[in-house]
Nanobody, 125 residues
């Protein structure tokens, strides 16, 4: 049984930082591309960041580039999202996702076949 479990969300003031973690089990983590997506109330789900299976290639949404960093530890089956200089617009439920195609393809979500339940991030202005 595949599981993706996010943690690290919470309430933070604008300008603050949070580090999200996504621990996976039941899959060969080192073979999966991993992604972070978010969805704010009343809005569609949007791409945040992705990292290839090797960790050599990353990509970010323009809105978070320079502020967020995605990383992975294949020995711990975990992907991280370090979020700095948080803004009120970053408020959303953040979900990690796993794509069995370990290479980078695009910023879409259709190739991800496993998803976590999400962790709430709230940034107060």
């Amino acid at each position: 049984q595949v599981q993706l479990v996010e943690s690290g969300g919470g309430l933070v003031q604008a300008g603050g930082s949070l580090r999200l973690s996504c621990v996976t089990s039941g899959l060969t983590f080192s073979g999966y591309r991993m992604g972070w997506f978010r969805q704010a109330p009343g809005k569609e789900r949007e791409f945040v960041a992705t990292i290839t299976s090797s960790g050599r290639t990353t990509d970010y949404a323009d809105s978070v580039k320079g502020r967020f960093t995605i990383s992975r530890d294949n020995a711990k089956n975990t992907v991280y999202l370090q979020m700095n200089s948080l803004k009120a617009d970053d408020t959303a439920v953040y979900r990690c996702a796993a794509d069995p195609n370990g290479y980078y393809s695009d910023r879409g979500s259709t190739s991800y076949n496993y998803w976590g339940q999400g962790t709430q991030v709230t940034v107060s202005a």
